[in-house]
C-alpha cells in the first residue's frame, strides 16, 4: 500500500498503515562501542521484549558482525512466546560513517570496521530483509516520528555525550548525503583551539561535548570531575571556572545552530545526550541566546529529546518498517 503523502509531496515516514496485521513484528539494534540495545516492535509499535548484548570490539570487526547476527535471532526467537509472527524485517543502527543507500558501514573508529557490507550478510543469515542506519540518524528519526519532535516536518535532532553529532530532517526526510549529514561537532568554532582528533583544530566536540566540558574544567580548575554532571552542579553552586567552561559550550552551540536552523529551516531543535541531562541549565539559555540570534529565519522550539537511550534502537525499529509491505489486511 503507498504510503500517505506528506504535505511536501513525499510519503510520510511517519505514517502508519491504515490496516495491518496485528501479529507482524520486526526486529531493532542499536550498537555502540560497548553494548547492544536490541528490541522486537509490533506493528503498533509497541516494543514487546527489549535485550542487551555485549559488543566484542577486541575480538574484532568480524566478530562483532557474528554478534550482531546472533542478537537479532535471539530477539527473532522471542516472537512465538508473544503471539507474534516470525519478524518481517530488521533494522540495524550503527555508529561511524554510514552508506545507508549502500548498507554499508563505511568506518567506524570504535569498531574498526572498513566497508562492511552489513546488509547483504546480515540478509543472508536472516533470510529477512534488512535496513541499515547511522546510529544518531535513527535516534533523531525515532524522536521526530515517536518522541519530542512529533508532528514536526523539519527538525533537528543535536546529541550532546562523548562527541557530537545531528540528524536532520528536512520536508520529513532524514537528510543523508552519502552518510556524511549531520557532522555537528566537528563545525569549527574557535579557528586556533584546541587540535581534535579528526584533524581540524577547534571543533565543536572539543567546546561543548559532554566529555569536553568535564576536561575543560579540569584543566582550568586542577580538581578532576568524573564528567560534565559534576560540573553542571558547582554551575549551580557558583563555582566560577565552571560557569566559563559552561557559558562557552553554550555559546558555541548556539553559533552553530544558528547557522543550522538558518540553513534548514528547522521547526523544532531536539537536544539530547548526556549534557541535556542538565536541563534548564542548558536548554533555557540555548533557547534564549539562539532566539536573540536569529531575526527573520524560523525561530524554532528548543526541547529536551524524551527517548534516552532508546531512541536509537526504536529509529532502527521504524528503519524495518519501511521494508515491509504493508498490505492491507482481508
Known amino acids: 500500500m503507498t504510503e500517505p503523502a506528506h504535505p511536501s509531496g513525499r510519503p510520510d515516514p511517519a505514517a502508519q498503515p491504515d490496516a495491518f496485521d496485528p501479529r507482524s513484528c520486526v526486529l531493532a539494534l542499536d550498537v555502540g562501542g560497548t553494548s547492544m540495545k536490541g528490541a522486537l516492535v509490533d506493528a503498533e509499535r509497541r516494543v514487546r521484549t527489549r535485550r542487551s548484548f555485549p559488543t566484542p570490539v577486541a575480538a574484532g570487526p568480524q566478530a562483532v558482525i557474528d554478534q550482531i547476527g546472533t542478537a537479532f535471532e535471539t530477539l527473532a526467537a522471542d516472537a512465538?512466546?508473544?503471539?507474534?509472527?516470525?519478524?518481517?524485517?530488521?533494522?540495524?543502527?550503527?555508529?561511524?560513517?554510514?552508506?545507508?543507500?549502500?548498507?554499508?558501514?563505511?568506518?567506524?573508529?570504535?569498531?574498526?570496521?572498513?566497508?562492511?557490507?552489513?546488509?547483504?550478510?546480515?540478509?543472508?543469515?536472516?533470510?529477512?530483509?534488512?535496513?541499515?542506519?547511522?546510529?544518531?540518524?535513527?535516534?533523531?528519526?525515532?524522536?521526530?516520528?515517536?518522541?519530542?519532535?512529533?508532528?514536526?516536518?523539519?527538525?533537528?535532532?543535536?546529541?550532546?555525550?562523548?562527541?557530537?553529532?545531528?540528524?536532520?530532517?528536512?520536508?520529513?526526510?532524514?537528510?543523508?548525503?552519502?552518510?556524511?549529514?549531520?557532522?555537528?561537532?566537528?563545525?569549527?568554532?574557535?579557528?586556533?583551539?584546541?587540535?581534535?582528533?579528526?584533524?581540524?583544530?577547534?571543533?565543536?566536540?572539543?567546546?561543548?561535548?559532554?566529555?569536553?566540558?568535564?576536561?575543560?574544567?579540569?584543566?582550568?580548575?586542577?580538581?578532576?570531575?568524573?564528567?560534565?554532571?559534576?560540573?553542571?552542579?558547582?554551575?549551580?553552586?557558583?563555582?566560577?571556572?565552571?560557569?566559563?567552561?559552561?557559558?562557552?559550550?553554550?555559546?558555541?552551540?548556539?553559533?552553530?545552530?544558528?547557522?543550522?536552523?538558518?540553513?534548514?529551516?528547522?521547526e523544532v531543535v531536539i537536544v539530547g545526550g548526556g549534557l541535556a541531562e542538565a536541563e534548564d541549565l542548558l536548554l533555557a539559555p540555548l533557547a534564549e541566546q539562539l532566539d536573540k540570534r536569529l531575526t527573520f529565519q524560523r525561530h524554532p522550539r528548543v526541547v529536551r529529546a524524551t527517548l534516552g537511550d532508546q531512541a536509537g534502537c526504536l529509529g532502527a525499529a521504524l528503519l524495518a518498517e519501511r521494508l515491509i509491505d504493508r498490505a492491507p489486511v482481508h
Open 80 to 266: 512465538p512466546g508473544l503471539g507474534l509472527d516470525a519478524p518481517a524485517a530488521a533494522g540495524l543502527a550503527v555508529p561511524g560513517i554510514v552508506d545507508e543507500a549502500r548498507g554499508v558501514a563505511v568506518t567506524a573508529a570504535n569498531i574498526g570496521w572498513h566497508d562492511a557490507p552489513l546488509v547483504s550478510v546480515l540478509t543472508e543469515r536472516l533470510g529477512i530483509p534488512v535496513a541499515l542506519g547511522h546510529d544518531v540518524r535513527a535516534g533523531g528519526l525515532a524522536e521526530n516520528v515517536l518522541g519530542a519532535g512529533a508532528g514536526a516536518s523539519d527538525s533537528l535532532f543535536i546529541a550532546l555525550g562523548t562527541g557530537i553529532a545531528a540528524s536532520l530532517i528536512v520536508d520529513g526526510r532524514p537528510l543523508v548525503a552519502g552518510g556524511y549529514a549531520g557532522e555537528v561537532g566537528h563545525v569549527i568554532v574557535e579557528p586556533d583551539g584546541e587540535p581534535c582528533p579528526c584533524g581540524a583544530r577547534g571543533c565543536l566536540e572539543r567546546v561543548a561535548s559532554a566529555a569536553a566540558v568535564a576536561r575543560r574544567y579540569s584543566e582550568r580548575s586542577g580538581r578532576t570531575v568524573s564528567g560534565a554532571a559534576d560540573v553542571a552542579a558547582l554551575v549551580q553552586a557558583g563555582d566560577e571556572v565552571a560557569r566559563a567552561v559552561w557559558d562557552e559550550a553554550v555559546a558555541a552551540l548556539v553559533t552553530v545552530l544558528h547557522t543550522a536552523v538558518t540553513l534548514l529551516g528547522s
